[in-house]
């Protein structure tokens, strides 16, 4: 499996501020995704981060609001912006491994608690 | 509308027990389906399944799919304390998109 790590780990901030978080993985993985758990709620995909073109969004997500870059494939950033109380989530990334198999499995990094005051 | 719907939402059971947790799921574009232990913030993996009717097993858990009534169950055998947690399954779709379960929230009392 891969192993994947996300900054910050947590993180406390005021309204209509940003924050961008960060995902690096162990190794090169084929496909990167962003999702949101709001409390008490079950994880939401946001978007697929694409290498070098622009993410593909949910529905009611948008790009203003999560900007997400992937510059290759073991780092990609997802920015909360204009930050409200409604934000405060866990937003976690994870990863597909690539490989031979046809079935790929997805593993999850440790996730970012943000609290938005 | 995709949808992927586990029951029950909660679950208290003593140690020792042996519980079932269920998934179902009507979705387009199947791939596969994924269990996975949630206790803190991070999702861990436990189980992928793609065909019908082949038990993965791992310790003390097992998972099985079918495919033609759509749905999975995980059971866990001989319950313990740290096995309390929220088990989420979620089914990949095109473009290796996972919909997710409301979750089963397990609690195992000494």
């Known amino acids: 499996s891969a192993v994947i790590s996300q900054k910050p780990s947590r993180d406390i901030c005021q309204r209509g501020t940003s924050l961008t978080i960060q995902c690096q993985v162990d190794?090169?993985?084929?496909?990167m995704f962003w999702y949101r758990q709001q409390p008490g709620q079950s994880l939401t995909l946001i978007a697929t981060?694409?290498?070098?073109?622009?993410?593909?969004?949910e529905s009611g997500f948008v790009i203003d609001k999560f900007p997400i870059s992937r510059p290759n494939l073991t780092f990609s950033t997802l920015t909360v912006s204009n930050m409200s109380p409604e934000d405060s989530s866990i937003y976690l990334c994870?990863?597909?491994?690539?490989?031979?198999?046809?079935?790929?499995?997805?593993?999850f990094g440790p996730g970012t608690r943000l609290t938005v005051l | 509308e995709d949808k992927v719907v586990q029951s029950p939402l909660s679950l208290v059971v003593h140690e020792g027990d042996t519980v079932t947790l269920n998934c179902s799921y009507e979705?387009?574009?199947?791939?596969?389906l994924l269990w996975y232990k949630q206790e803190k913030k991070a999702p861990t993996f436990l189980f992928m399944l793609?065909?019908?009717?082949i038990e993965k097993k791992s310790g003390r858990l097992s998972s099985i799919l079918d495919k033609k009534e759509l749905f999975s169950i995980l059971n866990i055998t001989a319950t313990q304390t740290g096995d309390s947690a929220v088990y989420l399954c979620?089914?990949?779709?095109?473009?290796?998109?996972?919909?997710f379960g409301q979750g089963t929230e397990l609690s195992v009392k000494p």
């Open positions: 994870s990863v597909e491994t690539a490989g031979v198999k046809r079935y790929n499995e997805q593993f």
């Open positions: 190794s090169q993985v084929t496909m």
């Open positions: 981060a694409n290498q070098g073109s622009e993410a593909t969004y």
């Open positions: 979705v387009t574009n199947f791939r596969s």
């Open positions: 793609t065909s019908s009717g």
């Open positions: 979620a089914v990949v779709t095109k473009g290796g998109k996972l919909i």
